[in-house]
């Protein structure tokens, strides 16, 4: 079952196993992370997308985080010129393997958002699955943001979407999740961390193989997110000339109770 539907848990596919594995233990894994996340997030995250970018032949759109590619396979059935980007080799194996079972051309580059040097200019550019929150600071939030405003061609637009201060401070901190089923069993702790609006995910996974041994995996991610006002002000100083702020998917203004919060961002 889906462990999204129990509560918005961070959904970024930076998760990978921290130690030396086979291209089948790696499979394995993501196939694991591809089967707890909840499919119908591809589908809002597409949808919402769709809404927001302006209609354009052959757009080329840069996806930044994309992980084992789901999404980037969603935007290039849309119709986009799909670019993943994704700090993690063993995910962009998967991407590419995914990408040609699928039939599809995509251009996947392993690399760090901080620094877009080399990937050329983009009409759209996405990061979705609050992947911004996995950024050490503001400054590197800012950082983020002048990269892709430096790579949008004049009139471009950037999405983003990141915790909101509510779910940092009143959803995840004290939650626990636990799933056991025949071949897999996870362990999911979520903990209020030092900084403000910052939590630290402790996750468990165990994945049983052909001879029936079960492989331990453990992760710890860190994510951290601020105020609408500090994403205004970073997103102004990268020199993105206006933007709007919904809220959960849909086109409405944040509430005190929102989770989730889109940027749509145009330079």
Request: glycine fraction near 6%.
């Amino acid at each position: 079952g889906s462990i999204i539907s129990t509560v918005d848990l961070p959904t970024t596919e930076i998760i990978e196993p921290k130690k030396e594995g086979y291209m089948e233990t790696y499979e394995t894994f993501a196939r694991v992370y591809d089967a707890i996340m909840d499919d119908t997030l591809y589908d809002k995250w597409t949808a919402f997308s769709l809404r927001h970018l302006p209609k354009k032949k052959d757009a080329k759109l840069l996806e930044l985080a994309c992980g084992t590619g789901i999404q980037s396979l969603r935007f290039k059935e849309a119709g986009f010129d799909v670019t993943g980007l994704d700090l993690s080799g063993d995910m962009l194996k998967i991407a590419n393997k995914r990408a040609q079972v699928a039939g599809f051309d995509l251009s996947f580059i392993q690399a760090n958002m901080l620094d877009l040097s080399a990937v050329g200019t983009f009409d759209y550019v996405t990061c979705y699955s609050d992947s911004i929150c996995y950024m050490q600071d503001e400054v590197e939030v800012g950082d983020v943001f002048k990269q892709v405003h430096d790579h949008l061609k004049e009139g471009g637009v950037f999405i983003f979407d990141v915790h909101s201060t509510y779910q940092t401070d009143e959803v995840f901190p004290g939650y626990s999740y636990h799933e056991n089923v025949e071949d897999f069993a996870m362990v999911w702790d979520s903990y209020a961390d030092e900084a403000p609006h910052s939590v630290v995910h402790e996750l468990t996974f165990f994945i049983q193989d052909e001879d029936g041994r079960f492989t331990r995996f453990d992760e710890v991610h860190e994510e951290r997110t601020y105020d609408i006002l500090t994403y205004d002000i970073l997103l102004e100083q990268a020199g993105f000339t206006s933007f709007k702020v919904y809220a959960d998917f849909e086109d409405q203004e944040p509430g005190d109770t929102s989770r989730r919060w889109f940027f749509v961002c145009r330079k």
